[in-house]
C-alpha cells in the first residue's frame, strides 16, 4: 500500500522545521526540499553541472556555491526561471526516490516538507497538506532573531510567499506553533486521523 504522502509547508518563522522534527518523532520519514537542494548543489550532486552550465561564476570546489549564485541571479527574474527549470526535476526526481524507498519500507505516512508547496505546484502530489502557521507579530519576532536578518528581507520574502491566510484555507490541517505543546497535539492528531483511516 502506498504510503499516505503529507505536503508540510509554512510561511518563514512559522515553525515549520521544529514540526517537521515531530512528525519524525512519530515514526514518519520526512523529505525536506532545502536539504536535497543541498545535497544535489554539494560536489557529485545531480544539480552540479546543469547548474554550472547555465552559471560558471557559481561553481566552487566541485560543488554549487550558494551565495554565489544568489550573486549571478541578482534578481533577475530570467535567470531565476532558467534556474528553477532544472532545479524543479531534479528536486522532483529526489522525492520521487524517497518515497519509494519509504514505500519498500513499509511506511505509513511519508512527510514532504517544502516551504514553496503551493507556489510550485507540488500539493497536486500530495494526498493532503498541513500548513504550520501563528500569528505575525510572533513570526516577525523569530525571523528577526535569526543572524543577519532585516526586516526589510523579510518583507522580501515575504513578498515571495503565498499569504498564511491564503495557505490555510487550501489546507486540510492547520498546526499551530504558538507552543510546542499545541504544535505536538496537533501532530499527535493528523497521524493518529490518517492511520485509522488506513485501517478502516
Same mark, same amino acid.
Given at each position: ?12 518563522? $512559522?515553525? +515549520? ?8 518523532? +512519530? ?5 525536506? !526540499? ?13 544539480? #552540479?553541472?546543469? #547548474?554550472?552550465? /547555465? ?5 566552487? *570546489?566541485?560543488? &554549487?556555491?550558494?551565495?554565489?549564485? +544568489? ?5 533577475? @527574474? ?12 531534479? =528536486? ?12 519498500? *519500507? ?9 516551504? /514553496?508547496?503551493?507556489? =510550485? ?10 500548513? #504550520?502557521? #501563528?500569528?505575525?507579530? @510572533? %513570526? ?8 543577519? $536578518? =532585516?526586516?526589510? =528581507? ?6 515571495? %510567499?503565498?499569504?498564511? !491566510?491564503? +495557505? ?6 492547520? &498546526? ?15 497521524? !493518529?486521523?490518517?492511520?485509522? %483511516?488506513?485501517?478502516?
Amino acid at each position: 500500500m502506498m504510503p499516505f504522502r503529507l505536503g508540510l509547508t509554512g510561511s518563514i518563522g $512559522m515553525g +515549520k522545521s521544529a514540526t517537521a522534527a515531530l512528525f519524525r518523532a +512519530k515514526g514518519c520519514p520526512v523529505w525536506d !526540499a532545502d536539504a536535497a537542494v543541498h545535497r544535489l548543489y554539494a560536489p557529485g550532486g545531480a544539480l #552540479v553541472g546543469p #547548474v554550472a552550465a /547555465l552559471f560558471p561564476d557559481a561553481l566552487r *570546489e566541485g560543488g &554549487i556555491d550558494r551565495a554565489a549564485l +544568489k550573486a549571478a541571479l541578482g534578481g533577475d @527574474t530570467g535567470r531565476l526561471r532558467a534556474l528553477e527549470a532544472v532545479v524543479h526535476p531534479a =528536486t522532483a526526481a529526489d522525492r520521487a526516490a524517497f518515497l519509494a524507498e519509504a514505500e519498500a *519500507e513499509g511506511a505509513e505516512i511519508v512527510v514532504f516538507d517544502i516551504p /514553496l508547496l503551493f507556489e =510550485t505546484g507540488a500539493e497536486a502530489q500530495m494526498d493532503a497538506v498541513a500548513v #504550520v502557521s #501563528v500569528d505575525a507579530e @510572533t %513570526q516577525a519576532r523569530r525571523v528577526l532573531a535569526r543572524p543577519g $536578518m =532585516t526586516l526589510e =528581507t523579510l518583507d522580501f520574502i515575504r513578498s515571495r %510567499q503565498m499569504p498564511d !491566510a491564503q +495557505k490555510r484555507a487550501r489546507a486540510r490541517w492547520v &498546526i499551530p506553533t504558538d507552543t510546542p505543546e499545541s504544535a505536538r497535539a496537533a501532530v499527535h492528531a493528523i497521524c !493518529a486521523e490518517i492511520r485509522s %483511516q488506513r485501517h478502516a
